[in-house]
Structures are given as structure tokens and as C-alpha cells.
């Protein structure tokens, strides 16, 4: 089983996902199309994409425009999906949901309290997840919200029966976050943002709640939903 893997920015090593995916027996293809490489074509037999996040905009023209295209054609086939941050707010515009900055102007950088939004599957009780963003998005109409924030009230989303949007990083480890603070020191001081010290601590706190979520969520809604879409297509 492939999955197709579009990134934003450089390749993080050993990502909580990719490590997940790969302990199921998934091969990984990695594209970047900010960086000038193609997206496939529907009929390359992928079984799943992943969409990271990155500094972009789901706002932004080019390639952007071109990838949220791209989305929408993969989605309304019935093709499972996966939306990390950027990727689950490209997921909420291809279907015509707005995206856009907190009207206060805050962020979101450190680990955030969300609660379930009724679907007990996705997420059956309250959990602190790690956050970077400044944007967020709207619901595109006839989607299930799945999880509430606070400060950016829509933090999951399933669009048809297949496709998620998540507005946080289930995908970042402890390294990987160190990584991202010393990048973008500066990003530390935006309204919002939870200093150095203080991350730290809450990854030593949460990430394990984090591992655990993370593989109900493949095992119990994502999973299935490739296994049935490879039946039918077996048929």
C-alpha cells in the first residue's frame, strides 16, 4: 500500500506519522511541490494522502492554487485524506470554506487544550495537542466538526466519509519541536505563543497521550476507510 506524502518545507526525520504509517506496513512517496515537483495523477495507485503543513497560505496562488485543485478532484473521488494544519485548511478551501487569521490576531504555538465535538470515534475525550498557526478555517458545508478549541474553535473536521482536516500537529515530536522553535525564535514572541521552557515541559506531559491518540485514529477511522475503499475497487 502507497502513500503520497506532500510536504511544505524541508523533510522532517522520523515525524510521528510517517512512523506510524510505515509500523503498518504503508510505502511512503514524498512529494514537494513548492519546491517544482508535479502532483501524480489520480490513477498512480496511491492509497492515502498525507498533507503536511508549512509557512504557506491556503490563501496563496501558484502552486497552492494548483494543489487545493489537485485536493478537490483526490477528495470528491472518495479518496482517503489527511490534512495536517496547512493541509487541513487547503482541505476545508477546496471546498469553498474560508481561511483566515484570528480576528484578535493570535496564534497558536505550543500545546492547546481541544475537546471531542460528539464524535466519540475520533476523539473520546478531551487532549492537549501541538499547535503552530496563525490561521484557521471555516467549515466547508455538509462537513462534521470533530474537535472544539478555544481560541480557534474549529480544530477537526471530516469532509464526506473519508477525508480529514486537522487543524493541529498529531505528527510532531519532541525533536521535531525543538527543531521548529530554534528555526523561528521569533515566533515564540507572537500573541499566543507558549514560551520555550514551558513547551518542553508539556511535551514531556502529553506526547504520550499524543502516540496514543494517534494510533486509535488510524486503527479505528482512517484505516478502515482504505481497507474499504481497496475492497470495492477490488470488485
Given at each position: ?22 509500523a ?12 517544482g ?25 501558484g502552486?497552492?492554487r ?21 493541509g ?53 458545508s ?6 472544539l ?14 477525508a ?68 470495492i475497487?477490488?470488485?
Open positions: 500500500m502507497r502513500v503520497l506524502m506532500l510536504r511544505h518545507m524541508k523533510r522532517m526525520q522520523g515525524d510521528r506519522v510517517s512512523k506510524a504509517l510505515i503498518r506496513g504503508f510505502k511512503l512517496d514524498y512529494r514537494c511541490p513548492a519546491e515537483e508535479p502532483l501524480p495523477p489520480l490513477d498512480e495507485g496511491h492509497h492515502l494522502t498525507v498533507v503536511y503543513g508549512g509557512v504557506q497560505s491556503a490563501n496563496d496562488d502552486y497552492i494548483e494543489e487545493i485543485d489537485w485536493i478537490r478532484t483526490w477528495v470528491s473521488a472518495g479518496r482517503p485524506y489527511l490534512g495536517l494544519c496547512l487541513g485548511q487547503l482541505l476545508a478551501s477546496a471546498f469553498g470554506a474560508k481561511v483566515s487569521h484570528h480576528p484578535e490576531g493570535q496564534h497558536e504555538i505550543g500545546f492547546v487544550r481541544i475537546c471531542p465535538a460528539g464524535d466519540a470515534e475520533f476523539l473520546p475525550a478531551p487532549l492537549y495537542v501541538y499547535q503552530w498557526h496563525k490561521e484557521g478555517f471555516e467549515l466547508p455538509g462537513a462534521t466538526l470533530l474537535a478549541g478555544e481560541a480557534f474553535p474549529n480544530q477537526a473536521f471530516r469532509y464526506g466519509d473519508a480529514y482536516g486537522i487543524q493541529f500537529h498529531p505528527e510532531v515530536t519532541a525533536e521535531i519541536m525543538l527543531d521548529w522553535m530554534k528555526d523561528s525564535e521569533a515566533s515564540l514572541r507572537a500573541p499566543g505563543a507558549s514560551p520555550k521552557e514551558k513547551q518542553v515541559e508539556d511535551a514531556a506531559r502529553h506526547n504520550g497521550s499524543i502516540d496514543v491518540w494517534l494510533d486509535q485514529f488510524l486503527d479505528l477511522c482512517l484505516l478502515p476507510k482504505i481497507a474499504e475503499k481497496r475492497r475497487a477490488a470488485r
